[in-house]
């Protein structure tokens, strides 16, 4: 595996600092493109990056970067997360342009997956989708309750991984938001596993099992 930097601007001029994870023996031409959680409460790429590891030593290319306002990004962060769409739009539109892959799965954890939600039809290459603990909760949805739309609308195949015991979001909570979504749609529950457990390395070997099955069926 041979891991590479580079700087992305966005399309309003926000400089993104992105890292590229090349598989040495790729089993497929998809990218799966990771989107870190909340830069307001410290989310950075750097909390992916053994997930993107983990991908690429499976055979699979990953990228992971800063959104604006995190790590070595330039810009500010905004509080709701939609500033931050373009920036998963400008990652892809690089992602695109370097690598030509035959498609790209948009990844994100916590905040990182509404804000990948709503980037995911904007992106013509985007495949697939996998959601981390994405925040459906009734508190969390005064920040990210308009992104739900996105995603649920999408006809995009999906899945959602989430710990049984996250704090942000029930279960029942997850059902029923699932239940108007469009497309194929697949959960999977990591029974007794609160929210942040899943942004921690414990289980990122995990997460990459379900991801790579998933990915497979595409």
Same mark, same amino acid.
Request: charged fraction near 20%; include cysteine.
């Given at each position: 595996?041979?891991?590479?930097?580079?700087?992305?601007?966005?399309?309003?001029?926000?400089?993104?600092?992105?890292?590229?994870?090349?598989?040495?023996?790729?089993?497929?031409?998809?990218?799966?493109?990771?989107?870190?959680?909340?830069?307001?409460?410290?989310?950075?790429?750097?909390?992916?990056?053994?997930? %993107?590891?983990?991908?690429?030593?499976?055979?699979?290319? /990953?990228?992971?970067?800063?959104?604006?306002?995190?790590?070595?990004?330039?810009?500010? !962060?905004?509080?709701?997360?939609?500033?931050?769409?373009?920036?998963?739009? !400008?990652?892809?539109?690089?992602?695109?342009?370097?690598?030509?892959?035959?498609?790209?799965?948009?990844?994100?954890?916590? %905040?990182?997956?509404?804000?990948?939600?709503? /980037?995911?039809?904007?992106?013509?290459?985007?495949?697939?989708?996998?959601?981390?603990?994405?925040?459906?909760?009734?508190?969390?949805?005064? @920040?990210?309750?308009?992104?739900?739309?996105?995603?649920?609308?999408?006809?995009?195949?999906?899945?959602?991984?989430?710990?049984?015991?996250?704090?942000?979001?029930?279960?029942?909570?997850?059902?029923?938001?699932?239940?108007?979504?469009?497309?194929?749609?697949?959960?999977?529950?990591?029974?007794?596993?609160?929210?942040?457990?899943?942004?921690?390395?414990?289980?990122? /070997?995990?997460?990459?099992?379900?991801?790579?099955?998933?990915?497979?069926? @595409?």
């Amino acid at each position: 595996m041979a891991t590479e930097s580079m700087t992305v601007k966005s399309r309003d001029g926000v400089k993104l600092n992105a890292k590229l994870f090349r598989p040495k023996d790729p089993m497929s031409n998809l990218v799966v493109v990771l989107v870190h959680p909340f830069t307001v409460l410290g989310g950075f790429q750097g909390l992916l990056r053994g997930i %993107a590891v983990g991908l690429a030593q499976r055979g699979l290319f /990953a990228v992971t970067f800063d959104m604006r306002g995190a790590g070595c990004s330039s810009g500010r !962060a905004s509080l709701t997360g939609f500033a931050e769409i373009q920036d998963v739009v !400008a990652i892809c539109k690089w992602v695109s342009d370097m690598i030509s892959p035959r498609g790209i799965v948009l990844m994100g954890s916590s %905040a990182g997956a509404p804000i990948a939600g709503s /980037a995911v039809d904007k992106i013509e290459q985007v495949v697939g989708y996998v959601s981390v603990g994405y925040p459906f909760g009734l508190v969390a949805s005064i @920040l990210f309750g308009r992104h739900h739309e996105s995603i649920l609308r999408s006809i995009k195949p999906k899945l959602f991984i989430m710990g049984t015991k996250d704090g942000f979001t029930s279960v029942k909570q997850l059902e029923n938001k699932l239940k108007s979504a469009s497309g194929r749609v697949e959960t999977h529950l990591l029974e007794g596993v609160g929210h942040f457990q899943m942004e921690g390395p414990a289980y990122d /070997a995990h997460v990459v099992d379900i991801v790579i099955n998933f990915i497979q069926s @595409l």
